[in-house]
């Protein structure tokens, strides 16, 4: 329980590292633009919840950056996936 | 459940006023994001291929610096919620050495992103440029004065630690500050892939 916050900090660099040689390595396509905005809402959660401290709020606060998160990923990944 | 919807706090750490600043500029950013991914769909080409000017790496570790940043910040808040009023002194010095390396780190984000604009504008890039560079500088500027301004508050939070202004009863400030900070990061979690990766 203690080491919560590095085992959040270590998944936080797995999956950056992840985000950077897709582009590094130009292995982006169509199939990992949806994994790496997955994970780019994992990360945002994973700092709102436990970074920000929010997981030990009530819930409307709670989910409030992780609704704001989700809808931006959302509208994100329409706009790459919708037929120009 | 309801016991423990009961052990929950009632609101987030830190003031009121600072998580309506952040609601605002999630708000503020996240219309941008968007206005980004939308009007990249206008000219794929034109984006992608000013993409390739921009230096992923520099972008990956900026982000790196902030995710960690947050961490220390993290361990920093996390000291001041177990305080005690035995331990005051205590906690406020070894969360000033946590505040010491968050801004280190917000001072390198700075001096690498600084670099990677002094480069983008020695090309003769600006505003006007195109959509993407439009998009590219807007985001990332108003983002370098965020992490100017929350660096600047880390300074100030990390200068009442080692008066150990902060007791078990009143360490709002510290949270406020992390707070900001944190948003800081969260901002940049979602513009580093969108911007530098997502092509």
Known sequence: MKKTLEIVWIILVILTVFAYLLGYLKLIDNALVGALLFTTFIKGALVSDYFMGLKNVTMKYRLIPIIWLGVIILLIGVAYYLPV | ?199
């Open chain 2, 1 to 199: 459940m309801s016991n423990l919807a009961a052990l929950k706090e009632k609101y987030p750490p830190g003031d009121f006023g600072v998580w309506v600043i952040i609601y605002v500029e999630l708000l503020t950013f996240g219309l941008f994001f968007v206005g980004y991914a939308f009007s990249r769909r206008a000219d794929v080409e034109l984006f992608n291929q000013s993409q390739l000017m921009l230096n992923q790496t520099s972008g990956f570790i900026n982000t790196f610096i902030l995710i960690t940043s947050s961490y220390f910040v993290a361990k920093g808040v996390a000291l001041m919620q177990t305080m005690t009023q035995e331990n005051i002194e205590v906690a406020n010095k070894e969360a000033s050495r946590w505040l010491k390396f968050a801004i280190a780190c917000g001072v390198a984000f700075l001096f690498i992103k600084g670099a990677e604009f002094y480069h983008i504008f020695g090309q003769g890039i600006n505003l006007s440029t195109n959509k993407f560079f439009m998009f590219y500088l807007l985001l990332t500027m108003f983002h370098f004065m965020h992490v100017l301004l929350g660096t600047v508050i880390l300074f100030n939070v990390h200068q009442r630690t080692k008066i150990s202004a902060y007791t078990p009863e009143n360490h709002r400030g510290f949270e406020s500050g992390a707070s900001y900070w944190h948003m800081v990061d969260l901002l940049w979690i979602v513009l580093f892939p969108l911007i530098y990766i997502i092509r």
